[in-house]
C-alpha cells in the first residue's frame, strides 16, 4: 500500500480507536462491540450517544484537517490561527466531553495564557490533534514548527510539548518505514529528543519564556528519555494521568496492535480514548492492519473524505485560502426548525429540529458535511 493510501486510512481509524475508548469510559466495562451509549455533557445534561460516536479527540483533530493551509511556493502546510479559533468556538456547543484545557481557554480568554493552568497542566488533552500536521507535511522541520506552534496554542508545559513532538516523529516514522523494529523506532525517539533544542523551537515564536522554563524543559527531556528506555525494556508501566503517561501507553498499545498481540477485550478500559485512537491512527500507517469494523463509526463516508483531503493538501492541490471573518457569526440558537442560514463556517445549513427544556436547547443542524447536534446551557 503506498503512502498516500495510508494516510487516507488514518482518521477513520483515529476515530475507530476514539469511539472504542470513549463507549468504554461511559459504560465502564470493555467491549469491542460498538453499540448506542449516554454520555455527560455537564452535570445537569446526559446526551445520547449513536453507534460509533467519536468523542472531542476526533472533533479536535478534524477542526485541525479543516484549519490547514497548503503552501506548495514555501513547501509546507499550516495552520489558520485564525479560523482555529472561531472552530473552537464552534466546537463547544457539539462537543462530545469536555477536555480541560480547551474549555479553560475559551472560558478564560486572552487571559488564558498568563493562567497557572495553560503553564502547569501536563495533561495537554487531544493531542491526537497534530498527527494531520504530521501527515500533510513532506518537510520534517516545517513539521516540527507547526506542531509547536499547535501544542503550546493550548498548553506551554514542557512535557505536553515533548508528548506532542514525539508523536510527530513517530508519525514520520511510521510514513517512511513500513517495516521496522520496535527497538529501532525507540532508538529514533530517543535520539531525536537528545538533539532536539528549545531554541530552535522557539525562533519563531513571540514573547519570551519564564527564566525558570529552560531548565524545566531540559528536566523533562531527561525524564522522557529514561522512560522510553523503560518501555524499550518493557519495564515501564505508565499509570500517570499526564500526556506522557498518554503517549507512552499509545505506544504500548501500537506495539500491541502491530505484533497482534492484544487479546480481544482485554484490560481495553485501563487505556483510554486518547490511547486508542493514537495506537490505531498510527496502525493505519502500517500494513499490518487487523480485520477491524472501522466503517460502522459514525459519519464514516465524511472521516474518510476528511482522510483524502488530507492527501490532497500533502499534494498542494487545494491551494486553501485564509480564512476571513466577513460577519459576525449568526445565532443558530435564534433559528427554528426548517430555517436556513448562511454559517461563516458551516456554509449553508438548515435546522432539521429544535428542542428545549429547562436546562438547555438542542439543535439538529444540518451541512453540507453531515448533521450536527447543537447545544446551549440555558444557564
Known amino acids: 500500500m503506498n503512502i498516500n493510501n495510508r494516510i487516507s486510512n488514518v482518521l477513520t481509524y483515529i476515530a475507530y480507536g476514539d469511539s472504542i475508548g470513549f463507549l468504554h469510559e461511559n ?3 470493555s467491549t469491542n462491540a460498538l453499540e448506542p451509549f449516554y454520555y455527560s455533557y455537564n452535570n445537569e445534561i446526559k446526551i445520547e ?51 480541560s484545557n480547551y474549555m479553560a481557554k475559551l472560558e478564560l480568554g486572552k487571559s488564558y495564557y ?10 495537554g488533552e487531544g493531542l491526537a490533534r497534530i498527527i494531520p500536521i504530521a501527515l500533510v507535511n513532506k518537510n520534517f522541520n516545517a513539521a516540527q514548527e507547526e506542531v509547536y506552534k499547535n501544542v503550546v496554542y493550548i498548553n506551554r508545559h514542557p512535557q505536553v510539548i515533548l508528548s506532542g513532538l514525539l508523536l510527530l516523529r513517530t508519525t514520520n516514522f511510521l510514513l517512511n ?43 523533562e527531556k531527561i525524564n522522557y528519555l529514561m522512560d522510553l528506555d523503560r518501555v524499550k525494556s518493557l ?15 499509545s505506544l504500548l498499545c501500537f506495539f500491541q496492535l502491530w ?6 477485550g482485554s484490560s481495553l478500559e485501563l487505556k483510554g480514548k486518547e490511547v486508542y485512537a493514537v495506537a490505531y491512527g498510527l496502525l493505519a500507517l502500517t ?27 500533502r499534494e498542494y492541490e487545494v491551494e486553501k485560502i485564509p480564512f476571513i471573518k466577513e460577519n459576525e457569526n449568526i445565532d443558530i440558537f435564534s433559528l427554528n ?3 436556513a442560514a448562511k454559517h461563516p463556517l458551516l456554509n449553508h445549513i438548515r435546522i432539521h429540529k429544535k428542542t428545549q427544556n429547562n436546562h438547555y436547547v438542542e439543535l439538529i443542524v444540518g451541512s453540507k458535511s453531515g448533521l450536527y447536534k447543537f447545544i446551549k446551557n440555558k444557564k
Not at 519495564?235 to 507512552?248: E, I, R, S
Not at 505484533?259 to 480481544?264: G, H, L, S, Y
Request: contains cysteine; glycine residues 4%.
Open 259 to 264: 505484533d497482534k498481540t492484544e487479546n480481544e
Open 114 to 123: 498568563t493562567d497557572e493552568f495553560y503553564w502547569n497542566d501536563k495533561f
Open 235 to 249: 519495564t515501564m508501566v505508565p499509570t500517570n494521568a499526564d500526556g506522557k503517561t498518554v503517549f507512552l501507553s
Open 27 to 29: 459504560l465502564q466495562q
Open 49 to 99: 450517544a449513536e453507534r460509533g460516536q467519536w468523542s472531542y479527540i476526533t472533533q479536535l483533530t478534524i477542526i485541525n484537517c479543516k484549519c490547514l493551509l497548503d503552501h506548495g511556493e514555501k513547501n509546507k502546510v499550516t495552520i489558520d490561527y485564525k479560523r482555529i479559533f472561531e472552530e473552537i468556538k464552534l466546537w463547544s456547543y457539539y462537543r462530545c466531553g469536555t477536555p
Open 177 to 219: 518505514h513500513k517495516v521496522f523494529d520496535k527497538n529501532q523506532l525507540l532508538d529514533e525517539l530517543k535520539n531525536y529528543l537528545m538533539q532536539l533544542q528549545l531554541a530552535e523551537l522557539e525562533k519563531n515564536m513571540n514573547g519570551a519564556l519564564p527564566s525558570s522554563y529552560r531548565i524545566k524543559f531540559e528536566q
Open 287 to 313: 500494513d499490518k492492519k487487523q480485520d477491524l469494523d472501522v466503517e460502522s463509526i459514525k459519519d464514516y463516508s465524511f472521516i474518510k473524505s476528511m482522510g483524502e483531503y488530507l492527501v490532497k493538501l
Open 337 to 339: 426548525k426548517g430555517e
